[in-house]
């Protein structure tokens, strides 16, 4: 992988990664509800849940579409079936009573899952090792993945830190929910791109 494409993926990687999506918006929303620290199982299963994401993709997976297309149809419409459900949950997301647990954040588990119903996730995956990735070259595919890694952490990340800091403004149960409802929302309008597409 020459310089130039190395520098050129380190930008895509960063400018996919920092972006609104399905996410950095549930991370937002789990760093206002949950707090940071709570919510670092969440960012670490995204980031290692992506990379592995793009190391299969990058060693075949994605010519699995390409010869079943109803495959690729079907995991669209799953994907978009499991994101409305989470924007209806968060939606609906209550402050808790006094003294009561506010739920719980998405588990390191449930975050790396998720990648492989999160639309942005496969365009942000299939993109990388299609127009950055040499065709066929198992090293360049690792590197590809170990790049998105490095950088997809830091990146998701600040959007949790930046939910936490939305914590000392959402203190009224009112505000919180208000919140949630535009978080929601958000998640819902992230869709736009696949089901246009």
Known sequence: MTYELLIALSAFAFVSSITPGPNNLMLMASGANFGFRRT?????GIAIGFTVMVLLVGAG????????????????????????????KIARATPPEPGAEAGRPFTFLQAA?????????WAMALTAVSVYTPAEQIGAVALTALIFGAINLPSVSSWALLGQKMRHVLTSPARLRLFNAVMALLLVASLAPVLAG
């Not at 670092?40 to 670490?44: D, E, R, S, T, Y």
């Open 61 to 88: 997976l994605s010519r699995v579409f390409t010869a079943y297309p109803a495959a690729h149809l079907a995991l669209k419409m799953a994907s978009v079936a499991y994101l409305l459900f989470l924007a209806w």
């Open 113 to 121: 899952l998720f990648q492989w119903v999160n639309p942005k996730a």
């Open 40 to 44: 670092v199982p969440h960012m670490l």
